[in-house]
């Protein structure tokens, strides 16, 4: 493990995961965090710093305070849906603050590693398992600030090794309850709790997703970032594909009070990919990684912070 890791995004879902993963390792930890954003978590041995990724100067002057070997890029807009109605701060986030990491890191010299977070969604639609090699079309603003992003990192002169993961979906505690399966597992604690009528709002239940581990994508970021050859992309994700429908029945059947379910056609996303899976053999083949936790522990993980929080 590098010596001096920056975290950006650290407060987020797959950041703070990461956060989790790299704290007592050694290492001296710098996390940032958004100016005004989510409040950083207590995690031992990280030290927190408020940047905006916007603000050329300040994260110059970040970078040159902490003149990490490695980095961790993981802020940025994540969301899809949220995407399409922010197109200009997705795009804003995701590749004008890439730039400005970049750029601040070329100036303060030394040769870190650097792994940016891609998407599975810059691919072309296809119901076949998408390989790294895959045709890149992607049908959303958010995978298209995403592709620009990645071709933006690829770019990078001078030194700095810039790794590429790109992550299929990833799920489990923590997640932000606009991501479908934590808000239906925060809505299933919060019937349980008396807090709500026993119902569920749902849009389009047909699409199939490659869904991983947050902790098994994070453990690939890792991976990625010290051992993967630089420019060079790597898919993060199982190899199969579950239909939204049997994810939201397999935490239905965990719920302790019956739920009735409603589709709400409001909930339908412009342009939804109907299927979204991936090939992980070059991550499996180069690295050696493979998922780790099983898919129902990550529901029942998921359903159980919800409960905690809503007691």
Not at 237 to 245: D, E, L, Q, S
Request: include cysteine.
């Amino acid at each position: 493990m590098p010596s001096d890791i920056l975290v950006t995004g650290a407060a987020g879902f797959a950041g703070g995961h990461l956060l989790d993963r790299l704290a007592g390792g050694g290492a001296d930890v710098v996390a940032w965090h958004r100016p005004g954003g989510t409040p950083p978590r207590d995690v031992a041995g990280v030290r927190w710093d408020a940047v905006d990724l916007l603000d050329s100067g300040r994260v110059s002057a970040a970078i040159a305070r902490a003149r990490p070997s490695a980095v961790y890029h993981c802020a940025g807009e994540a969301h899809v849906g949220r995407a399409w109605d922010a197109t200009e701060s997705a795009f804003a986030i995701n590749v004008r603050g890439t730039h400005n990491l970049l750029q601040a890191l070329e100036a303060a010299g030394g040769s870190p590693r650097v792994l940016v977070p891609s998407s599975a969604l810059i691919y072309e639609t296809s119901d076949r398992a998408h390989s790294e090699t895959h045709p890149v079309v992607p049908a959303s603003p958010y995978a298209l600030s995403k592709l620009a992003q990645e071709m933006l990192a690829s770019r990078t002169n001078g030194p700095i090794a810039v790794t590429i993961a790109r992550p299929f979906n990833h799920f489990g505690p923590r997640q932000d309850p606009f991501f479908a399966a934590s808000g239906w597992a925060r809505r299933i604690a919060d019937i349980e709790a008396g807090r709500w009528a026993p119902e569920i709002a749902v849009g389009n239940l047909d699409a199939r997703r490659d869904l991983t581990d947050v902790r098994d994508t994070v453990r690939a970021y890792q991976l990625i970032l010290e051992r993967g050859q630089p420019r060079r992309p790597y898919n993060i994700c199982t190899g199969h594909a579950i239909v939204i429908r049997e994810l939201l029945d397999r935490l239905l059947a965990r719920a302790r009070v019956p739920i009735d379910v409603k589709v709400d056609p409001a909930r339908y996303r412009p342009n939804d990919t109907p299927v979204v899976l991936g090939d992980p053999s070059r991550l499996r083949d180069e690295l050696g990684w493979t998922p780790s936790i099983p898919f129902d522990q990550t529901l029942d993980d998921l359903l159980e912070y919800w409960r905690q929080r809503s007691q």
